[in-house]
T-cell receptor
Framework: QQPVQSPQAVILREGEDAVINCSSS?????VHWYRQKHGEAPVFLMI?????EQKGHDKISASFNEKKQQSSLYLTASQLSYSGTYFC?????????FGQGTTLQVKP | NAGVTQTPKFQVLKTGQSMTLQCAQD?????MYWYRQDPGMGLRLIYY???????DKGEVPNGYNVSRLNKREFSLRLESAAPSQTSVYFC??????????????FGQGTRLTVV
């Protein structure tokens, strides 16, 4: 079952912050995050494991609460290069299942 | 480094025609995936292969077949194409070990139009 992402779309000005949420109805062992720029393939950002682990990638960080079966991606002081569609992914019997995506647009 | 290579990049088919999308990876990965991407639907898993010789259905397998020819190659076949199969298709691979999974690498995609 697909994880659910919110919001579906975000428009920001450079320097503003954003949060993208991902939730699942199934128990999670890990959460993956990917970013896809327009016309390109998705690119890996990070994996979060059980234990509430937080990881960072430049000014992008994420948290994982396995009890609530939720993960959040934090984009701070956003840059134009952050524009794209962000996907969370969850593993189920080896299969990597993605949410529907959150489109982020950063304007000058 | 080639990574994951998909062919063709673009294809136009007539309804009822068949075709095979090819995917090859040179990273010695165990797991390979086929996804389709439609506007507003995200990446939906069509088929998955955990290792050479094994395949498993994903979220949207109807109308497709796959073959894991060897560790490197994972092909997706449309036996009788329908307009509803117009989409962008991505192949991906990962090492696949452990319950948490590992980073997945994606090919550049195949844009398929069925008329």
């Amino acid at each position: 079952q697909q994880p659910v992402q919110s919001p579906q779309a975000v428009i920001l000005r450079e320097g503003e912050d954003a949060v993208i949420n991902c939730s699942s109805s199934k128990a999670l062992y890990s959460v993956h995050w990917y970013r896809q720029k327009h016309g390109e393939a998705p690119v890996f950002l990070m994996i979060l494991l059980k234990g509430g682990e937080q990881k960072g990638h430049d000014k992008i960080s994420a948290s994982f609460n396995e009890k609530k079966q939720q993960s959040s991606l934090y984009l701070t002081a956003s840059q134009l290069s952050y524009s794209g569609t962000y996907f969370c992914g969850t593993r189920s019997v080896g299969k990597l299942i993605f949410g529907q995506g959150t489109t982020l647009q950063v304007k000058p | 480094n080639a990574g994951v290579t998909q062919t063709p990049k673009f294809q136009v088919l007539k309804t009822g025609q068949s075709m095979t999308l090819q995917c090859a990876q040179d990273m010695n990965h165990n797991s390979m995936y086929w996804y389709r991407q439609d506007p507003g639907m995200g990446l939906r898993l069509i088929y998955y292969s955990a290792s050479e010789g094994t395949t498993d259905k994903g979220e949207v397998p109807n109308g497709y077949n796959v073959s894991r020819l060897n560790k490197r190659e994972f092909s997706l076949r449309l036996e009788s194409a329908a307009p509803s199969q117009t989409s962008v298709y991505f192949c991906a691979s990962s090492e696949g070990w452990g319950p948490a999974g590992t980073e997945a690498f994606f090919g550049q995609g195949t844009r398929l139009t069925v008329v």
